[in-house]
Every structure is written in structure tokens, then in C-alpha cells.
């Protein structure tokens, strides 16, 4: 036996999740439907197998003495076969010949233990019967046709053509229950274990109260694994994938060497609650795992429903959720085919066709997050679509609410697939300050799966908060920046992902994953690697940060959960939650791929409190350790050791930053050298949540109340005061229970902008944000497309100037928001909406209800512009010049039909082809798209009025000129070039409507 | 192809009745061709243009008019990319030359000869043509576009070889020939602001057999 390996699972900081979770569950009035047939035995199944061969699925009664056989075809308990009492597990041989029979018969003094094997020949139905001296505790065929039988004492080998047993190795320290048992126990509470093989049947894997242990089918090698857990390892299952590499036990996912790759959150570690089975080809498991909190005693009742959850196979990320009839409660089998699945239910057999979910109703929304930006121009209602479906297809029923008054939605109800407009009252949020979160609610008769709410984020800025919001779904942890590769990374706990973006545009360029339940990252002291810490993992994630691929995984310790990480010159160390009372900080061997903990911490006890962060100075120097309790400790990495610790506070909790001058700062304290205070931040101005150090000074974020702006203002440490406090137009995130320290701000390289985790995402703040902002000047605006002057009622501008807005801000949303960044731009009092803003330059789109005599105004912090008068005709065809082709840039959009290529010279248009035309300025649709809005993919957009497409003076045939499906202002026209066109290297296209025009040059060949 | 089989079935209309009574010989040939390139010039500087060396095949038929003198209505393909390059860049596209022509052979030994000598000339047309897969950005596409495209130009033939005798009706042949005719500037493109300007000297090697019957 190996030394003890640790495990357990985070409790605390889960119960506001779990008590939400319930309650959430407990009040959702409309779905009913479940996913699943329960095929109803009379008793309780202990272990199923699963014949193909015969049709037929087995079920151990424990408790009346029998092996049910339920047929596949009619699904019902057709047969049974009469066997000794207390059939604990099964077996069915390889070539389903054989089904070996284990009886849990461990009864105390006076009565007589009745320990023993069943072994069937299917073929003939005759049974022969081996009696044990210890109870078995689960068996299980190998490919080689022999049975691995585990008792509480013993590995066993049986042989089932010669029924010869032996003995191959023996176990200590497991303790079986003795019969009788208290009344509501259920098998998996009496057997305490599970044996399961892997698809190729050349491993065994199995799991009881104290042991972990592996069996090498054909070597006949035995290695097993003491450990102990909190909470207990439940459900009391094993599933093993299709080549032996990973297995689930209980609520851990496992590497076939025993490394815990991850674990399902907050488990209650019921035993008779729950199972597993894994999709090794899918890289999926279906688990049920009962949450903490929220089962009742031990018994199979629990308080949610139950729900099935398809997990990713690697790092046990939830794809989706699907309410059950009734709770799994033991062994889950997949068949050959992956699309059944069938589970040990609390009635009998769960059939659950995992193959066919696309068949059930299901429920899902386009969109994860709804943002409204509200803007100073105006206060008009604004609207957003949000598309309900069927991933499967189908039309399923459902409604939709909102959590709070101010909120409209169209409609209210429907079959899926369906669009539903969501209207806002800025109204009735005006008097607001920062962000209000609410959340749209899903509901179904028919669905069987659980949609998550969609999140309503509607923030009306004034003009004196700074800040550009960008939207990121999800639970934002923790944001670091990468000053060598000008990018930022956001830690999305919920997905379990790194979202990798770039510095320069604000865009999400990657997203890579991590294992189950991300806290905190570190970039190494080389700057090459990125190293994630995890809460429900015992690995670190590694990413090459130049290829952003992954690398090795860290290994901890047994029973060590790196949460924070931070890299030094000389040491990457880790404070881990350990399975155990004692936590420590870890140090990592990036070369071993592993991490070590040290005895001590300098002259210290390595013993941290569990929600210890770490945070490295920038040149590597000194590594500070905060803790909620208020100690403090310094690694020196030129001491390669802990060098201090004190405790002057009762309590620790927000911002922690560490310096390059030994300085450093948690909560709104400063701390010198030798953590000693040297003077506290002013408190009164908001809870602490981000701090960054920049040159001798340093920048910091407080949250005043939870329904609130945020504040943002800089810190002198010499005079120990925070000065020009500004008000951000959202509030910076705070900590949670559990997780009291936070990091929330971090500085852009060359110090272009800082970045703020904030309720929708993130806020792009200017660097200089406290600096007096100039007002905006307009100078002149153009068509968006080819630069010319005219421009057309929703066609694309560009508008030049100077101070339009503090930072570069860039969007993709549909409706394109009518306030971008800190600006907001206004034709005749109509808002436009802008895709683009920067310092000099804006890219918006002509409302569609302006034509004419028009003036703009664009509105900035610094103030409101100069009025712009232009004119807006109702068409001006302009061709875009955005064409790439290696470095040639501003070809004109004209592409090949055919091949969907752009037209250059050296791809030139042959004769008889189609070409397809981008261009903006042509005017009003039919039927009519609102402004910002794009046009349908499902309804043509056409333009009303129609252009002619000339090639050197040739009319040609046209398709269609319309808005183009999913873009905003971007017009498609497709024509035919006949086979008597005029050729050459410089043909003339033309683009007219009316008396408005525009041309541009394209190669023709035969 | 269709172009190149009627203009082959025609030849063989014209030449049919000048030879009922002559010796009739069919064969094959392969070899290799080598063409000189020629200078795109533009403001930015120089490229050269032309063909990639590549395999040409070929087919003949011959008629005997005089024991000296024979005539041969040829066709054969190149197959030789389009290129471009200067002295940094070059670029590529697949391209094939298919050529049809007549040639008058004149012999310096009869008929009977076992080793004869000849010199050859003619003329035809030449179909030069890019076949390549056509993508948006073609470096150098400043000087000249190589282009999916095809264009015929009339060719004039000199050349020379050696017929050898394996037995009385199977002749081992040699000869190089020149291929005289105008560059193919729909083809090979010269770029807006390019001046490209010459003739194109294509210079084919060629071994074969043929059969006299």
C-alpha cells in the first residue's frame, strides 16, 4: 500500500451557489418534462450488466435474491433469475457466456455470513456457487475471459471455464459493512464499492471507502491507492474510458496513474446518489452528482431535482443540463453504439437515449449576456433581439420573463425556433447609477433540459463617468496582462477557460482551456508560459504564450489544490487548499512539471490560511502572501525564502499588488519592506477591489455599494493618498465568500489604457482618464466605403475629428450600440450607431430616418462638438475599399461568384460568371431594416431603389442588390458579366442609381 | 482539344490526295523544352517572364513526297509552367503549350539511307494557355499577371535531327527544333505601368520513334 492520498472539495464557498441553485429550481413553475424511462423492479438494483448479445440488461436485487432481466426491446422486467441472497455486483464475460454473481451476504454474529459467487452459464442456465470468507465487494471481466473478484480482503482471479480461483494480492485497512443494516440504506451504502472495466477490457478500475486501486488485464498486475476523502466519495461509482486512460470515482475525474484532473463542484458525496458514465469517443460524461446542501440525510431523497449533466471529458465543463424522472443511484452503462445509456435508478433501470437528445425538446438562447448601453444623447427605449431554439431543431414551447419591472419582452411566450424582442425603459433606470443586472427567465412544458438565464445588463452612464464597458458573459475571476505580447487574459471560471485578448483592439483572439473551475493565473518570470491555478483540480494549466497552445500540466501534490500562483526570479510558488487542516504554500518545479512542499516557510510554519493569495512584483523581486485573516507574508527571491510575516490587521480582503520597490499593498493598506503598515488608504470611498502599480505610483478601484458607478482614482504611496477619485461607468467586481482578495485592474502596456473586471466584462478606462478632456471637433465625414463626400440615408460613414473619444473601442454587437466607448453621435437628435470609435476617427451608420439638410453632434466626457452640417442623399452607391490581397490593401470589394474570391488582377472575372459587389449608400430597403439593425439572413432586404451595374457601358443581368444577411449597412448587389462583355486589365464598373454613381476598375478576361 | 482535332483532321484532308502513291510514316516523340524569357520593365524596376523548362510530347505523321523531301503534320504539348521572377521573388502557374504545325524535311540521304539526316522547316499555330488555380495575390503581379487563360499565336518552325533505322519499317529519330513565335501577352499579362515586349524562342529536344509503312 501507498502512503495516504488526500482528496476532498471545497464546501464553503459553494453554499450561496447551491442555496440559489435550489431555490431557483425549487420556484421554476414550467418545466416538467424529464429526460429518461424509468423501467420500474420491484426492490432496489445494487449493479447492472448490459448483454447486446441476448438483448437483455441485468439488474442485481439485492434484496430479492434474483437477477431481473429486462428486455432492451419492450424495456420491461420480462424474467428473472433466482439466485442466493444479496446480490451486490455483476459481471458479464466478454464473450456473454458467463454472468458471475457477487452476494454481499457479511452478516454479524449469531446469524450466518452467506459471502459468495454465482457464476451463470447463460448458454446452458446452469448456475455453480463459490462460497467466500470475506464479502465481495465488486467483480468485473477482463478481456482475457477471467474475473477480477474484490473482496474486503483480497484481489481474486476466477477462471470461469475451470472455476479454479486465485488469489493475486490482498488489501488492508478496508472494512466491509455487516449485515443487518439500519432500514433506508441502499446498496451502494452497504457494498461501498464499485468495479468497472474499460471499453478495450484491459483495465479494471475500482473505488471503496479507502482504496483506489488499478488491474492491468494483461500483465495481471494489481496497484492500488489509499486515500481518504471529504466528503466521502459518492456516488459510489466508477466509469472508465474506452481505452483506460481516465476514469471517474465518485465526484473525481482521474488520470489512469491516479492524478484527480479535476472534480464536479460542491458534491455532496452521497453514495446512493448519482452516477456516471463516459462518452470516450464524444469526449463527454453524463453525470448526476447531488450537490451539497442539497440532500437530506443520506437517504436517495434530496430536496433539487435531479439532473443530468453532460460534462466535457476533459476538464468536466457543463455543455448542458437535463432534468431526470428520479435520481440515478449506483452503475451507469453506455452501449456499444453510444446512444443509450442505462443507470441504476432509485425505482429500478433508467434508460436514458443519450444518442438521441437532439429528439427531445430542448431549449437554448443566441445569446449569453443582453447588454443595453444607455448614452447621453438620448433616452430613448432601446431594443435588442434575442433568438430562443431547439438545438435539436424542433419546436418547443416556452416563456420568457423578466426578473424586474422596466423590461419587455416580445413575446412573452412561443414555439421555438423564435425571436424575442427585448425593449428597455432607460426610464425607469435613470435614475440608476452603474449597471442593473437582471436576468431573463426560460420556461418550458416540453424541454427536458435546464437553459441558463439570460443576463439583462443595462447601464445609463452619465457624462462624468469614465470608462468603455465591454461585455463578457460569464464568471470573470481574475485579469492579468502580458506586457511582451500587448494582450490581456480574463480567467472565466464558469467555462473553464482563459479568454486571451488583444491590447490594442479590445477583440478576444483565443480562448483556451483550463482544468474544472480556474482562480488564478501567473505568467513565469521568463514570460513564456501562463500557468492557471484551480480550485477542483489537482494540475496547474500551462500555455506556451507564444503559440497559445497547451503545455504540460503542473502536478500538485496528492490532496493539493493550487488556487493562486505567482512567478518570481527564483521561484514559482502556489498557495494550495489542501485536503486536509493543513494548507501550504507549494513550490513549483516548472522543468519536473511538478510542485513540491516545502517543511517550512523560511523560519515559518508552512501553514497558510485556505484562501491565501499570492501576488509577484513585476521584476521578479519579492512575492507577497495575503490572507483573510490579516497575515501577511514576503517571499525574497534573492533570499530564496520567506523573509517576513505579520499579522497587524483582524482582516484582509480586495486589492493585493506587489511592487518593484518594495511596496506593497492589500486591501487599502500599505505595506513597506518588511510588511510593515506604512498608512491606509482612505476605506470610506468603497469596498477595495483592483490596485496596479505604474512607475512610482499607483492606481486603484473601489466599489462604493453594490448598486453603483465604481471609482477609480490614483494612489501617491509617498503621501500615502488616494487623489482625483473619478467615478467609472460601472463598478469593479468584489470579493465573495471564500474568495475575499481580488484582482480586478490591470494596466495595458506602454500604458495605453487600463483594463477593469467589471459587472458586464470589463471597462476600457484611457490611462489618463482623470486628465481634463478636451471637446470633440468634427471636420468632415465621408462615405465609410471609398472616402468620397457623398453620403446616403443608412449608409456607412466615417467621421473625422479630433477627440472623439479617449480610446480605441471597436464592436461587433447587433443592434450596433448608439453609445461606443465614452461617445455617443447624433444626426438631426437621431443617434447613430457606431462601430468604430478612436481619438481621430468614428465609423457609424446613417440613421435611416435622416435625409436631407442633416448636422451631427457627437457628445465625449470632454463635452459636445462643434455642429457638422452635411447633406444625406437617399442614395449614394459607394463600392468598400477594404479588399486584402497579400499586402495589397483597398481593392475594391468586387468578388467572384463563383469562388467567393476577390477580384484582383490576378484573379481577374473570366466571362460568363457571376460577381458579387459590396458596397454601402444604397438607400431604403423592402421591406424595411431599423437602423443599427442587421438584415435577416431569412428575408431579403432588397434595395428600393434598384441600381444598374454597367461593365465598360454593358448593362449587366442582375440578381439581387440588398442589405446583406447578418451586416449592418453593407449592401450586396450580384450581376451577371455575359460571355460578350468587353475584356481588359482596367474595365470600368459602374454602380449607378438615379443620377448618383460610382466606379472602380476591374480586370475581365475571357 | 476539340480545336486542335479539327484542325488535325483537316490537315489530313489537305495532304491525303498529294500522297496515295508516297510512303507513309506515324510516331511518337517526348523530349524538353527551353524558352528564353523576356524583360517586363516598369518604374519600380525589372522581371523577366516566360516558361518553365518542362516535358513536351508529341505525334507526327509523315508523308515521303521525293526520296529527299517529306512532309510531317506535327502536334504536340508542352508542358512547361508560366513564370515569373526577378532576383529576389519568382511565381508560378501551371501552364501548357499545345502546337499543330507543317514541316517540310529535306533530307541528305534517300530513302534507302539507313542513318539520314535532315533539316526542317514550317509553320502553324501555337495555343499557350494557363491552367493553373487562380487565387487573388500573385507576387509580382507589379510586373505581369500569370493569367487562367488562353491565347493562340501563329509559330514558325526550324530545326534539324536524324532519322536512324532500326529495321526496314522502324526509324529511331532525333532533332531539335525552335518554336519562332510572338510572347502570349494575354497569358503572361503585363501589369498596368509594364512594358513587355519580344519574341519568344521555344527550343525542344525531342527523341521518338516512328513506323513507315
Redesign the interface.
Known amino acids: 500500500m501507498k502512503p495516504i492520498f488526500g482528496l476532498s472539495t471545497q464546501c464553503t464557498s459553494s453554499v450561496a451557489i447551491a442555496v440559489l441553485a435550489a431555490s431557483f429550481l425549487a420556484g421554476s413553475p414550467a418545466f416538467g418534462a424529464t429526460f429518461g424511462t424509468v423501467v420500474p423492479l420491484k426492490g432496489q438494483a445494487a449493479d447492472l450488466a448490459l448483454d447486446e448479445v441476448r438483448g437483455v440488461i441485468y439488474a442485481a436485487n439485492f434484496a430479492g435474491s434474483r437477477v431481473d432481466v429486462v428486455s432492451l426491446a419492450t424495456r420491461h422486467a420480462s424474467t428473472a433469475l433466482s439466485v442466493a441472497p444479496y446480490p451486490g455486483s455483476l459481471a458479464l464475460s466478454p464473450d456473454a457466456r458467463f454472468l458471475l454473481v457477487a452476494h454481499f451476504g457479511n452478516f454479524q454474529a449469531p446469524s450466518t455470513t452467506a459471502n459468495a459467487l454465482t457464476l451463470i452459464d447463460l448458454t446452458s442456465g446452469g448456475q455453480q456457487m463459490f462460497t467466500l470468507g470475506d464479502p465481495p465487494m465488486g467483480v468485473a471481466f477482463g478481456a482475457d475471459g477471467l474475473a477480477l473478484v474484490v473482496t474486503s480482503t483480497e484481489f481474486l482471479l476466477l477462471d470461469p471455464l475451470s472455476g479454479s480461483i486465485q488469489v493475486l494480492d490482498t488489501i488492508a485497512g478496508v472494512t466491509a459493512k455487516t449485515l443487518p443494516v439500519p432500514p433506508a440504506t441502499f446498496p451502494p451504502q452497504i457494498t461501498t464499492a464499485s468495479v468497472a472495466v474499460s471499453g478495450d477490457g484491459n483495465w479494471i478500475f475500482g473505488l471503496t471507502d479507502t482504496i483506489y486501486f488499478r488491474y492491468d488485464v494483461l500483465n495481471h498486475l494489481i496497484s492500488s491507492v489509499s486515500y481518504t476523502a471529504t466528503p466521502p466519495q459518492g456516488p459510489r461509482v466508477v466509469s472508465v474510458s474506452q481505452d483506460g486512460s481516465y476514469f471517474t470515482a465518485g465526484w473525481g475525474l482521474f488520470s489512469a496513474s491516479g492524478l484527480l484532473i479535476s472534480e464536479f463542484s460542491n458534491p455532496s458525496g452521497v453514495l446512493n446518489v448519482g452516477s456516471h458514465a463516459i462518452d470516450s469517443v464524444a469526449g463527454l460524461i453524463y453525470a448526476q452528482i447531488p450537490q451539497a446542501q442539497s440532500q437530506s440525510g443520506g437517504s436517495s431523497a434530496t430536496t433539487a431535482p435531479p439532473v443530468l449533466m453532460v460534462t466535457d471529458a476533459g476538464n468536466l465543463t457543463i455543455r448542458d443540463q437535463l432534468q431526470l424522472p428520479e435520481n440515478l443511484a449506483g452503475k451507469s452503462l453506455l452501449n456499444r453504439a453510444r446512444d443509450t445509456m442505462y443507470s441504476v435508478s432509485d425505482s429500478g433501470i433508467m434508460i436514458l437515449p443519450v444518442g438521441s437528445l437532439n429528439l427531445a425538446h430542448r431549449l437554448a438562447a443566441s445569446r449569453e449576456d443582453v447588454l443595453f448601453l444607455g448614452n447621453y444623447c438620448t433616452r430613448q427605449a432601446a431594443a435588442q433581439d434575442v433568438v430562443i431554439s431547439d438545438p435539436g431543431g424542433g419546436a418547443t414551447d416556452f416563456t420568457i420573463s423578466a426578473s424586474i419591472p422596466g423590461i419587455s419582452v416580445a413575446p412573452t411566450s412561443g414555439a421555438t425556433p423564435a425571436t424575442v424582442h427585448i425593449t428597455v425603459n432607460p426610464q425607469f433606470f435613470a435614475n440608476q447609477s452603474g449597471t442593473v443586472v437582471a436576468a431573463l427567465h426560460l420556461a418550458s412544458r416540453s424541454a427536458v433540459n435546464l437553459p441558463a438565464d439570460i443576463r439583462v445588463l443595462i447601464n445609463n452612464r452619465a457624462p462624468e463617468q469614465r470608462g468603455s464597458i465591454v461585455d463578457v458573459p460569464g464568471k470573470l475571476v481574475d485579469i492579468l496582462t502580458d506586457p511582451v505580447r500587448n494582450r490581456f487574459y480574463l480567467l472565466r471560471q464558469d467555462k473553464n477557460q482563459v479568454l486571451v485578448f488583444d491590447g490594442a483592439s479590445l477583440q478576444q483572439i483565443a480562448a483556451l482551456r483550463t482544468y474544472n473551475t480556474p482562480t488564478q493565473m501567473a505568467i513565469t518570470f521568463d514570460q513564456s508560459s501562463l500557468l492557471v491555478g484551480h480550485d477542483n483540480s489537482q494540475l496547474a494549466s500551462a500555455y506556451d504564450l507564444n503559440t497559445l497552445q497547451p503545455l504540460p500540466p503542473i502536478a500538485f501534490p496528492p490532496g493539493h489544490y493550487p488556487r493562486s500562483i505567482a512567478s518570481s526570479g527564483n521561484a514559482t510558488l502556489a498557495a494550495s487548499r489542501v485536503a486536509g487542516p493543513v494548507h501550504t504554500i507549494d513550490r513549483v518545479d516548472l522543468l519536473g512539471r511538478l510542485a513540491f512542499t516545502p517543511t517550512t516557510l523560511g523560519p515559518w510554519e508552512n501553514n497558510i490560511n485556505v484562501n491565501t493569495v499570492l501576488a509577484a512584483s513585476q521584476n521578479g523581486s519579492s512575492i507577497l502572501a495575503a490572507m483573510p485573516d490579516g497575515t501577511v507574508m514576503l517571499y525574497d527571491s534573492t533570499a530564496d525564502s520567506f523573509v517576513a510575516s505579520r499579522k497587524d490587521f483582524l482582516a484582509l480582503a480586495g486589492a493585493f499588488a506587489a511592487s518593484d520597490y518594495d511596496l506593497y499593498v492589500v486591501d487599502y493598506h500599505l505595506l513597506d519592506s518588511s510588511l510593515a503598515p506604512v498608512g491606509d488608504l482612505d476605506a470610506s470611498s468603497g469596498a477595495s477591489s483592483g490596485f496596479v502599480f505604474g512607475g512610482q505610483a499607483g492606481i486603484r478601484t473601489v466599489v462604493p455599494s453594490v448598486q453603483s458607478s465604481g471609482v477609480i482614482e490614483r494612489v501617491d504611496p509617498n503621501l500615502v493618498q488616494a487623489m482625483r477619485p473619478t467615478a467609472t461607468a460601472e463598478a469593479a467586481l468584489t470579493g465573495q465568500p471564500g474568495f475575499a482578495f481580488t484582482r480586478t485592474l490591470a494596466a495595458l502596456p506602454n500604458a495605453s489604457a487600463l483594463v477593469s473586471l467589471t459587472v458586464s466584462g470589463f471597462t476600457a478606462i484611457a490611462w489618463n482618464y482623470d486628465a481634463s478632456v478636451a471637446p470633440p471637433t468634427l471636420t468632415r465625414v465621408v462615405n465609410a466605403a471609398d472616402g468620397s463626400a457623398s453620403v446616403a440615408t443608412g449608409g456607412l460613414v466615417t467621421v473625422w475629428g479630433n477627440h472623439l473619444s479617449p480610446v480605441n473601442i471597436a464592436t461587433n454587437e447587433i443592434p450596433v450600440p448608439t453609445a461606443l466607448g465614452e461617445s455617443c453621435l447624433a444626426i438631426n437628435g437621431t443617434p447613430a450607431p457606431m462601430l468604430f470609435v478612436s481619438p481621430k476617427q468614428i465609423n457609424a451608420q446613417l440613421p435611416f430616418e435622416v435625409e436631407g439638410t442633416a448636422s451631427m453632434v457627437l457628445h465625449t466626457p470632454g463635452g459636445t462638438s462643434n455642429l457638422l452640417n452635411f447633406t444625406v442623399l437617399p442614395v449614394a452607391p459607394s463600392v468598400f475599399h477594404s479588399?486584402v490581397?497579400?499586402?495589397?490593401t483597398g481593392?475594391p470589394a468586387v468578388f467572384r461568384a463563383k469562388?467567393n474570391?476577390?477580384?484582383?488582377?490576378?484573379?481577374?472575372i473570366?466571362l460568363g460568371e457571376a460577381i458579387m459587389i459590396y458596397a454601402t449608400g444604397l438607400g431604403t430597403t423592402l421591406p424595411p431594416v431599423a437602423t443599427g439593425f442587421a438584415a435577416s439572413p431569412s428575408l431579403s432586404a432588397a434595395a428600393v431603389a434598384q441600381p444598374a451595374v454597367t461593365l465598360s457601358g454593358l448593362t449587366l443581368p442582375l440578381y439581387y442588390a440588398e442589405l446583406a444577411p447578418g451586416q449592418v449597412g453593407v449592401y450586396q448587389i450580384k450581376a451577371f458579366v455575359p460571355g460578350w462583355a468587353p475584356t481588359g486589365?482596367?474595365v470600368p464598373l459602374t454602380i449607378s442609381q438615379g443620377s448618383a454613381s460610382t466606379t472602380v476598375m476591374v480586370?475581365v478576361?475571357? | 482539344m476539340k480545336i486542335i482535332s479539327s484542325l488535325l483532321f483537316a490537315a489530313l484532308l489537305i495532304a491525303t490526295p498529294a500522297c496515295l502513291a508516297q510512303n507513309w510514316e506515324v510516331g511518337g516523340m517526348a523530349g524538353g523544352g527551353f524558352t528564353n524569357g523576356v524583360t517586363v520593365s516598369t518604374a519600380q524596376g525589372n522581371a523577366t517572364a516566360g516558361f518553365a523548362h518542362g516535358l513536351t510530347t508529341g505525334v507526327l505523321l509523315g508523308q515521303t513526297l521525293y526520296s529527299r523531301v517529306s512532309g510531317e503534320l506535327r502536334y504536340s504539348v508542352d508542358f512547361s509552367d508560366l513564370r515569373i521572377s526577378d532576383s529576389a521573388t519568382s511565381a508560378t502557374f501551371k501552364g501548357q503549350t499545345h502546337s499543330i504545325h507543317y514541316d517540310i524535311l529535306l533530307s541528305a540521304r534517300s530513302r534507302e539511307a539507313r542513318v539520314r539526316p535532315f533539316v526542317l522547316a514550317g509553320g502553324g499555330m501555337r495555343d499557350f494557355r494557363g491552367v493553373g488555380t487562380?487565387?487573388?495575390?500573385?507576387?509580382l503581379?507589379s510586373f505581369a499577371?500569370?493569367?487562367?487563360?488562353?491565347q493562340w499565336v501563329p509559330v514558325v518552325t526550324f530545326g534539324g535531327g536524324i532519322k536512324y533505322a532500326i529495321s526496314p519499317r522502324v526509324l529511331l529519330r532525333f532533332e531539335v527544333r525552335d518554336y519562332f513565335s510572338r510572347f502570349p501577352t494575354?497569358v503572361i499579362?503585363p501589369?498596368?505601368d509594364a512594358h513587355l515586349s519580344g519574341w519568344l524562342n521555344d527550343l525542344v529536344a525531342m527523341a521518338g520513334l516512328s513506323f513507315v509503312f
Open positions: 479588399g490581397a497579400g499586402p495589397q481593392i469562388t474570391q476577390l477580384v484582383t488582377t490576378a484573379n481577374p473570366h486589365m482596367q480586370r478576361i475571357r | 487562380e487565387a487573388p495575390y500573385q507576387p503581379s499577371l500569370l493569367t487562367k487563360t488562353s494575354q499579362a501589369a498596368p
